[in-house]
């Protein structure tokens, strides 16, 4: 259970630290649990840190008590069972509130239908309401017996809403790379009006356009993978998925997200040999005493001015990559170093 737990803390940290725009025009059901939740937020009043602190104090509590619970003879019942009837209360509460994590995240993802968050939500709430449900059968165990059969219970509990969260984690993380790939065609389009420009400058843009439709397409098959993830992480129902479908649906991602790069670095790339070359031809030009195509106060100021925006470019082109990658590199998430961490 220790391990369950460990990854459990990762990848509610993967959630704390991806975020995510509140959606506009969700439907009265969906504005009510929000509502809901953010109230029992509110009264929890507990971040990730808390949650972690919480985990490794109930942890450290377990391992002082383990060994004598197992001392315990089979008849033992009253104070002595009470150090570990706390520790599962507790461990439920813990459980509990990682599930409301993921509940939050997927009321406030605006890339999320109503339909998608009402069936994510009243998934995630059947689990939380199935382990909240265990608390009274822990406090009404009275035998060491008792105990070790409803710690059983909330283990097989846990397991299957451990599934439950991966799944839709991995779903919202998917969802939210859309977004970066917006903003890596937004980027694209911004070149290709920037190649127009040069092309009314008298350049020779016919190696950037062949670059931009060859963009174009990678944009598009970045979408079509991400939407394969989505249905490979849904299709999740089983520890067993977990170990297969949910490997596909990363590399599904990290393969989405190197084609969105690499559309913009093929096209950056090209305006500049453009640039270049055609300098270098003005130069040799300039230099035989020949007429050019674009003169070289002109080439000066077309490259300074091509510089300047493909410089405030490039710190928007990776920021996505850079932000993907924060999400992505903590357990569970859909990228290569995840891979370590499964």
Do not use: C
Not at 298 to 324: C, D, F, L, Y
């Amino acid at each position: 259970m220790k391990n369950t737990w460990v990854f459990a803390i990762l990848f509610v940290g993967l959630l704390m630290g991806t975020a995510f725009a509140a959606g506009n025009g969700v439907s009265a059901a969906v504005k009510n649990a929000r509502e809901q939740y953010k109230e029992r937020v509110a009264e929890m009043k507990e971040t990730y840190a808390q949650v972690r602190e919480r985990y490794n104090a109930t942890m450290k509590n377990w391992t002082n008590s383990r060994d004598a619970f197992r001392a315990l003879p089979p008849n033992a019942s009253g104070s002595a069972l009470q150090p570990s009837k706390d520790y599962l209360n507790n461990l439920i509460d813990l459980m509990v509130s990682h599930i409301n994590v993921v509940e939050e995240h997927v009321l406030n993802n605006s890339r999320l239908s109503d339909s998608d968050k009402n069936s994510i939500i009243a998934e995630l709430e059947s689990d939380a309401s199935t382990l909240q449900s265990l608390k009274s059968e822990v406090d009404a165990a009275q035998t060491k017996a008792e105990v070790r059969a409803v710690a059983v219970k909330v283990r097989d509990e846990w397991k299957q809403s451990r599934v439950t969260i991966k799944k839709y984690a991995a779903f919202i993380v998917a969802a939210n790379l859309e977004s970066v790939i917006d903003k890596f065609e937004l980027q694209v389009d911004n070149l290709n009006a920037r190649v127009e420009a040069l092309k009314s400058k008298g350049y020779d843009t016919s190696k950037v356009k062949s670059a931009l439709t060859d963009a174009e397409s990678k944009i598009a098959d970045a979408r079509a993978k991400i939407a394969q993830a989505k249905e490979l992480f849904l299709s999740i129902n089983s520890e067993d998925d977990l170990n297969t479908k949910f490997k596909e649906g990363r590399d599904l991602l990290n393969d989405a997200r190197k084609s969105a790069v690499d559309a913009v670095k093929e096209v950056r790339s090209a305006i500049r040999e453009t640039i270049q070359e055609t300098n270098r031809g003005n130069n040799t030009a300039i230099n035989n005493g020949k007429a050019g195509a674009p003169n070289q106060e002109q080439n000066v100021e077309t490259n300074r001015e091509t510089n300047t925006e493909m410089n405030k470019g490039q710190g928007n082109a990776s920021e996505p990559n850079q932000e993907q990658n924060r999400e992505t590199n903590q357990e569970g998430a859909p990228s290569s170093s995840a891979k370590n961490t499964k």
